[in-house]
């Protein structure tokens, strides 16, 4: 298979999700067990990569951490691009007023400072992982409508299309078993890419202490607690910046692999957000 | 020309106004209540009532939201609870650094993409190509708040080249720059690849070839002017991104910016300065893209948006 890419993305993918489901058994110790004495010991052979400012194991807390990252990034890919596509699809089928109105409103959507919004939205929420999520599917959902209601008003034009019509399918029957099944492609390499755009969101708003509360394992906010040690321990921050650039290195490598895979010469539109 | 841009300036208004609707109900439905937090824990609730009468905030919330629109339309965004100023004046203290900021990092973004960019094009599928492709995907998916820490680490702290926070000369703003243009850089890298590895394919730089022009020549001549006109529509897209990813490089290296200001505002519940700010980047942001598709316009005659 030439396409390394895809094939590191997916390892990557499966690695994450193994690990997150597995996360009880694959971590060394209890990721909130505390040994004050040993507090911000470096990376060791019993302990790989060191002990936190509360003498928790790192390698751990990364592990179970996966299971937020897990949680946030597939929740809100199913549920920002269940909304957008239906929104989306209503909007590049019918047209008019109908597009008119999604338009304008994901131009607000645009124009508001999404990562701001998130915050605004946790601020009123409370930071709690579903609110995170909803905070991120709200800013997410616009990017997917976009993108299919492209798809779709290229896409109602094909000659299948207007067979299917003049065979009295109905329009739901046109846009659920004609159109979506050719947008799906397109759909898959921005679930991918918008997965790897939700993790990092997540760890985000958790550095800034507006996203997972402790002592639950989140990266990014075990990043914002390493933040006040790079003098004295570097490892408390280093380890889950790496765990984040690798999963989403992956996730965005499974992305370009498959526009690669699906669009080998460009000609669709395929954005990255 | 003129039509459209009336057009698009006419459509700046509703989105701005929808912008303030939406940050106005979402600022009040931020559970807590400003004044006990101004006031404390020990405030008298006599004391409570009194400022809450004082800043208006025991009005019905559409009377506040009317005040808040008719202050808009003079240009007057109230003052701040927590800073007792006017907002327009902190808003103006704080914009030039982050747009400081923003441009810096934008500049550090170009310096990196259209070198590794315009190499990648020209050796496609090389070695050279699949490094700068390498680099494109690690700048997308380095996350900026570990990047900032770990560049103060190094530049900062072990080999003291740079301060480690604040704002004050040309030396301060390079490692915020840094980490804030990182991530275009990636984004652009892949843009500026592929939108001109698609104009070296055309038959007007085979013609431009055949007629004896050297391919440095060609390239530079005909194909960068093409190829890089749809890369001027993300620059201008992403300029928004840059002002609110700010928010976390600003935070990392207490850079005196909007950022910094408006998550401060958001904690404290300082309504009318978390109203102001974000107003302020959504209309910056609307602005900018209308900007960008100005220019479009203008590089590219045969866009004709009088017909659109």
Request: hydrophobic residues 55%; charged residues 15%.
């Amino acid at each position: 298979m030439k396409k390394p890419e895809l094939l590191f993305g997916a390892a990557v993918l499966l690695a994450v999700l193994l690990m997150a489901l597995f996360a009880p058994w694959l971590a060394p110790f209890d990721p909130q067990l505390q040994n004050l004495e040993e507090r911000l010991a470096p990376p060791s052979w019993s302990h790989l990569c060191g002990l936190d400012e509360l003498g928790r194991d790192i390698l751990s807390r990364l592990v179970y951490g996966t299971r937020i990252s897990v949680m946030v990034g597939l929740s809100v890919v199913l549920l920002a691009g269940l909304v957008g596509t239906l929104l989306g699809a209503v909007a590049g089928y019918f047209g008019g007023r109908v597009d008119a109105l999604l338009m304008r409103v994901s131009d607000v959507f645009l124009a508001f400072p999404g990562i701001l919004l998130a915050i605004a939205l946790v601020a009123v929420l409370g930071p709690a992982l579903r609110n995170v999520i909803f905070a991120l599917v709200i800013i997410g959902w616009v990017g997917y409508a976009r993108l299919v209601r492209g798809q779709v008003l290229q896409i109602r034009e094909a000659e299948f299309v207007a067979s299917a019509r003049v065979a009295g399918a109905s329009w739901l029957r046109i846009l659920g078993l004609h159109i979506l099944p050719e947008v799906l492609p397109v759909l898959t390499v921005q679930a991918s890419l918008g997965m790897a755009g939700a993790i990092l969101s997540e760890a985000g708003l958790s550095f800034l202490g507006l996203g997972i509360q402790p002592p639950t394992s989140s990266w990014g906010a075990m990043i914002n607690a390493g933040r006040s040690h790079l003098l004295d321990a570097p490892h408390l921050a280093l380890f889950p910046g790496l765990a984040i650039l690798v999963t989403v290195m992956g996730l965005n490598f499974l992305g370009d692999g498959l526009v690669n895979a699906l669009d080998p010469h460009g000609k669709r539109q395929i954005t990255v957000r | 020309m003129t039509g459209y841009l009336l057009r698009r300036l006419a459509q700046v208004l509703p989105v701005a106004l929808l912008v303030a609707t939406l940050v106005f109900s979402l600022i009040h439905l931020i559970p807590g209540d400003p004044v006990a937090l101004m006031l404390g824990d020990g405030a008298r609730a006599a004391d409570v009532e009194a400022l809450r009468h004082q800043l208006g905030l025991d009005q019905p919330l559409w009377k506040q939201y009317v005040g808040f629109l008719t202050g808009l339309a003079r240009g007057d965004l109230g003052a701040s609870l927590h800073y007792g100023k006017p907002v327009t004046t902190l808003l103006a203290e704080h914009f030039p650094a982050t747009l400081e900021l923003a441009l810096a990092g934008m500049l550090v973004a170009l310096l990196l993409a259209l070198p590794l960019g315009i190499l990648a094009a020209l050796h496609r599928d090389g070695w050279i190509d699949h490094v700068s492709r390498f680099f494109a995907l690690l700048g997308v998916s380095v996350p900026n708040f570990w990047l900032g820490p770990v560049l103060i680490l190094l530049f900062a702290i072990h080999w003291n080249l740079l301060p480690v926070s604040g704002r004050g000369g040309v030396l301060s703003l390079v490692l915020p720059a840094i980490t804030l243009g990182t991530a275009l850089a990636g984004l652009l890298t892949r843009m500026v690849r592929s939108s001109l590895a698609e104009e070296l394919e055309k038959p007007y730089m085979v013609t431009a070839r055949a007629k004896g022009l050297h391919r440095h020549r060609a390239v530079l001549i005909h194909a960068m002017k093409n190829g890089l006109i749809p890369v001027i529509t993300v620059i201008g897209l992403q300029f928004g991104a840059l002002l609110t990813g700010a928010i976390i490089t600003e935070t990392i290296f207490s850079w005196p910016g909007l950022g910094r200001l408006l998550i401060q505002a958001i904690r404290l519940r300082d309504y009318p300065l978390v109203q102001g700010g974000v107003l302020l980047i959504a209309v910056t942001y609307v602005l900018v893209n209308l900007l960008t598709d100005l220019l479009y316009a203008w590089l590219d005659p045969r866009i004709r948006y009088e017909k659109a």
